[in-house]
């Protein structure tokens, strides 16, 4: 049941679900050097994906999509995966409730869970023997939870309904 005053949405195709998760992953393979701050795109996807259908998309998918992204950058194998799975098994533990909020709260509701998952692939990488990449790090989950609204609002307009109804059209 979605919250009062919210219309009921279509039902979201399997096709965009993956393709948007996809897209994210191409989003963090972009070749823009190692730059601490920048927001991980495919967790904001993952996340609203396991809040929005938890069915299909749980923690095999994180811990995947996590795999992935630990190959290409040649990190310690598994960082990511981790990171991503406790960050899915989390917003599923949330998935009835954030749906609830105006996105601005959601936002504010998913700012410690992104920066738990960044703070789980700091801690790795430092078990690991790395280096602490700076105080700029702390941007990074600040910049996604800003991005939660505008990436909500766009992988929601598929799934919208026409407000006003034309007798023509099926749905």
Do not use: C
Not at 40 to 55: E, G, H, N, T, Y
């Amino acid at each position: 049941m979605p919250p009062r005053g919210q219309p009921l949405l279509l039902p979201a195709s399997p096709v965009f679900i993956w393709g948007s998760l996809a897209v994210a992953l191409l989003l963090n393979l972009l070749p823009l050097g190692r730059i601490a701050w920048m927001p991980d795109f495919l967790a904001v996807a993952l996340v609203f994906w396991s809040i929005r259908q938890p069915r299909r998309v749980g923690l095999a998918a994180g811990f995947v999509f996590g795999l992935l992204l630990d190959v290409h950058q040649a990190a310690l194998l598994g960082q990511h995966a981790l990171a991503y799975s406790v960050l899915i098994y989390f917003a599923i533990m949330l998935h009835r409730r954030i749906p609830w909020f105006a996105l601005p709260w959601q936002a504010v509701q998913l700012l410690p869970l992104l920066a738990a998952a960044h703070a789980i692939t700091i801690g790795v990488r430092l078990i690991a023997g790395g280096m602490l990449p700076g105080w700029s790090v702390l941007l990074a989950p600040l910049l996604e939870a800003l991005l939660w609204p505008p990436v909500s609002w766009l992988l929601l307009a598929p799934q919208r309904r026409a407000l006003n109804a034309d007798p023509t059209r099926p749905l």
